[in-house]
């Protein structure tokens, strides 16, 4: 497996596997929902903010960050390629590229939401901390934080 910056001639690639998973995305419904996702992927790209991770050329794990800031801003892998630490390996490569001084924050799934086990459950265990119930997308999520 490879964990490397995604660039603009894997965006197909990586549609594909955001399509196989956008069911665990509010905001990713429609048509045009994802249209707009692939620009604002393309955007990341363009600033090296777009991580992906390939098997055998095939996308099978995916995400953005801000080093603007300090924060996580998508996050999946593969329902087939989980609990094999793929988004453990990203998160890690993301953190080469932030401030280390600056905490890091991402939006999640609050508590008692099945969707938001996994994710939930995977922050803790990487050591983010509980932050602010806030809003997203009209959905009710809660903010977590790694600390520094
Ligand atoms: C959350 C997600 C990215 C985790 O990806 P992953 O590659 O399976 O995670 P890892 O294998 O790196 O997990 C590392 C550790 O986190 C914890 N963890 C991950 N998934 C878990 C789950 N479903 N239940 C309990 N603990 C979990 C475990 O401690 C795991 O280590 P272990 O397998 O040795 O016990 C993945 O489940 C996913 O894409 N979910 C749907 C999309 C999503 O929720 N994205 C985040 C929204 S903000």
Redesign the pocket.
């Known amino acids: 497996m490879e964990i490397e910056l995604g660039n603009m001639y894997d965006i197909d690639n990586w549609m594909n596997l955001v399509d196989r998973?956008k069911g665990?995305?509010p905001g990713l419904e429609t048509k045009e929902a994802l249209e707009e996702h692939r620009k604002t992927v393309l955007s990341f790209m363009g600033k090296n903010s777009a991580i992906c991770a390939k098997i055998d050329d095939k996308i099978v794990?995916t995400l953005l960050f801000s080093k603007d800031n300090n924060e996580l801003c998508?996050?999946?892998?593969d329902t087939e390629?989980?609990?094999?630490?793929?988004?453990?390996?990203m998160v890690s490569y993301m953190l080469t590229f932030m401030d280390p001084e600056s905490d890091i924050v991402?939006?999640?799934?609050r508590e008692g939401v099945p969707?938001?086990?996994?994710?939930r459950?995977?922050y803790k265990?990487?050591g983010f901390v509980e932050g602010k119930l806030t809003e997203e997308f009209g959905s009710p999520v809660q903010e977590f934080i790694l600390k520094r």
């Open positions: 998973v665990n995305f794990g998508f996050l999946a892998v390629y989980r609990r094999q630490h793929i988004a453990e390996k991402v939006t999640t799934y969707e938001g086990i996994a994710a459950a995977f265990r990487l």
